[in-house]
């Protein structure tokens, strides 16, 4: 079997595994109703434009303003409706706004004129919801890599734990058995991202949020290849990690490592979101750009140029850590007694080729 196909077989097999795993279904599910949560209950919750009873005379200016208008004969008609409940509000002759307890703002708004107003320096408009979207970005990429990322290692760390990784190299090739793994983490990984794009997008088309959907188009259009290349790049570091110990109980001896590359840049991105300078820098820094970029696109700061820029950068180190990863996961793969150090794994790939 060459390496192409005992590759396909191992990503195959990894995925097949993965679908039934009731775990990361009820994990994707979970995901996909915070999704359509988030995008779906703010305009649910808001209750929509003020019902509204009114004569013909200003029915047409209260539609033109988004209003739900019932149309009655008369003023005394239109009184009735409020007091019957038919009605938040009425329209009678003043014009005079009736209601019940409260009085409806955006009826108000409807029959005021506001003054002219000049901005000499205006700020970019920012919809609802647009403050959440850092923080959007940024557990997105985290909670989906660190999950699977860590189940590569585990993976690993399982099959040197029972041995079976002596029966498996020696059916197929070390580097097919790595590529097998970090493929089918990928392709999870990025379906279930997809797909919780995927639900946000239409939500927002849904419920009107024309605006902030327009925004974030473009983000979430740059946010998947980052995404991908960021996975494979914090994938190919749980995988080496995974690879030097032996025993489920001692991944916590190489997990703070992988732990803090991921966790310092999504701080960084969530606290420093409002300084550009600071921004600007981790767009650039391969472990905060697949959160940072985009959210400079949403919030329109990053030129067209630098995303290409930021993305080449990002995929030469994936590459190089990738590289590095599989080297130190074939010198370590077979040593199944103990822990083992960087430094002889870095040494000892040559061993088991």
């Known amino acids: 079997m060459n390496t192409l196909a005992a590759t396909q077989l191992v990503a195959a097999r990894e995925i097949r595994a993965k679908l039934r795993d009731r ?45 739900e208008v019932r149309e009655v004969p008369d003023d005394a008609a239109a009184e009735r409706a409020v007091r019957d409940g038919d009605t938040d509000a009425a329209v009678v002759a003043g014009p005079t706004v009736l209601a019940r307890e409260k009085a409806p703002s955006d009826v108000v708004a409807a029959l005021s004129v506001e003054p002219p107003v000049r901005l000499l320096n205006p700020a970019p408009a920012e919809p609802p919801g647009a403050f959440l979207v850092p923080f959007v970005f940024a557990f997105a990429f985290l909670l989906t890599s660190q999950t699977f990322g860590v189940q590569i290692a585990q993976s690993i760390i399982e099959e040197k734990q029972t041995r079976i990784v002596e029966i498996l190299v020696a059916a197929v090739s070390v580097r097919a058995l790595l590529a097998g793994k970090m493929i089918a983490g990928t392709v999870l990984a990025l379906g279930q991202i997809a797909l919780v794009a995927l639900v946000a997008v239409v ?20 946010f998947l290849p980052y ?109 199944t007694n103990g822990n083992t150090s960087l430094r002889t794994a870095w040494r000892e790939r040559e061993t088991v080729d």
């Open 203 to 222: 939500g927002l088309r849904l419920f009107g949020d024309s605006e902030l959907l327009n925004l974030l188009a473009p983000a979430i259009g740059w």
């Open 227 to 335: 995404f991908l290349l960021g996975f494979v790049l914090i994938a190919a570091l749980w995988a080496a990690a995974g690879a030097l110990v032996s025993r489920l109980e001692d991944i916590g001896t190489v997990a703070m490592p992988v732990q803090l590359v991921v966790m310092l840049p999504f701080f960084g991105v969530i606290f420093l979101s409002d300084n550009a300078f600071a921004m600007q820098v981790l767009s650039y820094v391969p472990f905060s750009a697949p959160t940072a970029m985009p959210l400079r696109l949403f919030t329109g700061d990053a030129a067209g140029w630098e995303p290409p820029l930021s993305l080449a950068l990002l995929l030469v180190t994936a590459l190089a850590v990738l590289a590095a990863g599989a080297r130190v996961y074939e010198g370590s793969l077979l040593r």
């Open 23 to 67: 775990t990361f279904l009820l994990s994707t599910l979970i995901f996909l109703l915070i999704a359509a949560a988030a995008t779906t209950l703010p305009s649910l919750l808001s209750g929509g434009p003020s019902t509204v009873a009114a004569t013909p005379v200003v029915s047409a200016e209260l539609r033109a303003a988004g209003l």
